[in-house]
């Protein structure tokens, strides 16, 4: 089975804290994703990465930052984090290329900012 | 870019009664359609998919989804529901960018309960 990994689940930070969200794929997915979800605007793209050091801004990168040094792993950071990233965070990776496979999700890390 | 909609954040049926989820989508070409569940505590997982061969897709656990080009629609059905489908459900459109990358766009989600 594809699994998708994230590191924490539960995560309680402070405002101004650097906060890291690891995501580790075992399937050798080229593409990664970053979505954030908040009850009543359902899923919003962080960022995603179509290969190794490949990043693109997804709907609201503002505030984040990844990174995908290898291509089992994609990080999302929260430089300085604030009350309103205070969110459950989902990580999903696909099969490359011009495809319509279907999205693996990890189960999720809350995060909440005080 | 495409955009979804879910007619109905939170829908209620009883034990044995049909599920009918609403989904329209924006869109010039055909796109890619999907229905994704999540249940408590858990990441979203693919009920079904749509990509361009049969309009009436069948899914997991019993669901199925009619695409219908002239209505902009992909509604998600299932004849009787059960307790274990209480669950969010989010519909999902996969947009064709630049470079021949996709970019999947989510709807807002409907939260399906069932009533014994």
């Known amino acids: 089975d594809v699994k998708v990994t994230q590191s924490s689940r539960y995560l309680v930070k402070r405002t101004g804290e650097k906060v890291f969200l690891e995501c580790v794929q075992d399937?050798?997915?080229?593409?990664m994703f970053w979505y954030r979800q908040d009850p009543g605007l359902g899923l919003r793209l962080i960022y995603f990465?179509?290969?190794?050091?490949?990043?693109e801004k997804g709907d609201i990168p503002e505030g984040y930052s990844v990174s995908r040094e290898k291509k089992e792993r994609f990080s999302l950071i929260l430089e300085s984090a604030s009350t309103n990233q205070t969110s459950m965070y989902l990580c999903?990776?696909?099969?490359?290329?011009?495809?319509?496979?279907?999205?693996?999700f990890g189960e999720g890390s809350r995060l909440t900012v005080l | 870019a495409q955009s979804v909609t879910q007619l109905g954040s939170h829908v209620s049926v009883s034990e044995g009664a049909l599920v009918l989820l609403r989904c329209n989508y924006s869109?010039?070409?055909?796109?890619?359609l999907f229905w994704y569940v999540q249940y408590p505590n858990q990441g979203l997982q693919l009920l079904l998919k749509?990509?361009?061969?049969?309009?009436l897709v069948k899914g997991i656990n019993g669901f199925e989804a009619e695409f219908k080009k002239s209505e902009t629609s992909f509604h998600l059905t299932k004849p009787s529901a059960h307790m274990s489908d209480a669950a969010e459900y989010f519909c999902?459109?996969?947009?064709?960018?630049?470079?021949?990358?996709?970019?999947?766009?989510f709807g807002i989600g409907t939260k399906l309960q069932v009533i014994p």
């Open positions: 999903a990776s696909r099969h490359g290329g011009r495809n319509t496979g279907e999205l693996f």
């Open positions: 399937m050798d997915h080229e593409n």
């Open positions: 990465s179509y290969d190794v050091k490949m990043k």
């Open positions: 869109s010039s070409v055909p796109p890619y």
């Open positions: 749509y990509t361009s061969a049969a309009t």
């Open positions: 999902a459109v996969s947009d064709l960018l630049t470079g021949g990358y996709q970019k999947v766009t």
